[in-house]
């Protein structure tokens, strides 16, 4: 290797390195005074259809090499940091950490926010209801294993919003002590995890061995790190963050296993130009109320993209999103007609990555 040409490099990194802090330093000047005006004007600090603005505007100017995927990372992650600057704000999220959930509430609102572990769905939203957090974060479907229902029950139930999806592909690891796998005599997991890795076990003759379902994969993760011959179901992180070898990663039987996620919090967000809705729909006991319901749709231009029916205390409710924001021109109308059989959970900028 040419020292040189090495020392050379590395000399113009650490000026660009100085020039970058300056302008992020000069930018957070910028935030703070958002964060000063916002503070008098009551309005919300995390503006994630301003979020993807800047971003969508980055990646048309950007001839780089950054693609999308870095840009955002990379303008995410100052985001949080701006935010933080502007207001902390807890997030708090269905642990314990490590967990799939914490995994999507770290992904958006970055390294330095304070998170609170919750553990369960129920808590979460009475956390952000009693104001002790901002923004909770919650499972809402599963590919393999459809909607959460405790999630649907906690919208019906509280007058919170969503305010942002968050889509991960979801991928299980095999992780344990023991260096052969005949020699494992119970499996850690939760009951969906161990459904979603069906075909796994059965390859290696571990369907037969005891299956002890417990709340959440990473604390199977913790009781297999501490117990010989027992193994977890578990996410990578969990298995990493209780020492645990993992012996299988990518276990799962379907490759685009994903879950959806929903941040919640107490306002509305504006129209980005590419939100979806998420309203809960208590039909009325008449024939042809859905298929009214589901014409006028149809006749707005409204795209549904998801339609799924839920049962509440006996009465059954319809879960639905559709392209658009309740704000829209086409969207209002409806929502105004229907307003006694609707409740809207929130418009919010549309995730890439879809389930
Ligand atoms: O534009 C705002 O409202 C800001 O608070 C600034 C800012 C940013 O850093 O650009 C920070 C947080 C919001 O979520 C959106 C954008």
Redesign the pocket.
Known sequence: MNEHGLLDLRNKLDSIDEELLKLINE?ME??HQ??VL?AKSG??????E??KE?IDRLETMNSGKLNRAAIEALFLE??A???NL?LPENVAYLGPEGSFTHQAAEGRFGAMSSYVSIASINGIFREVDTKKAKFGVVPIENSSNGIVTDTINCLNKYNLKIIAEVVLDIHHTFASTCDKVQDIKRIYSKDIAFEQCRKFLANFGLDEVEQIPIESTTKAAKLAAKEPFSAAICPHVGAKLNNLPILFENIEDKDNNKTRFFIISDFENAQSGNDKTSILVEFPDRQGALVEFLTDFNNSGINLTKIKSHIVHGNSIFFIDFDGHKDDENVKGILEKHKDTIKVLGSYVKEINDI
């Open positions: 930018r910028v935030v958002v964060g916002k309005g919300a600090i995390y503006r994630p301003r979020e800047i100052i985001f940091i701006s935010r502007e």
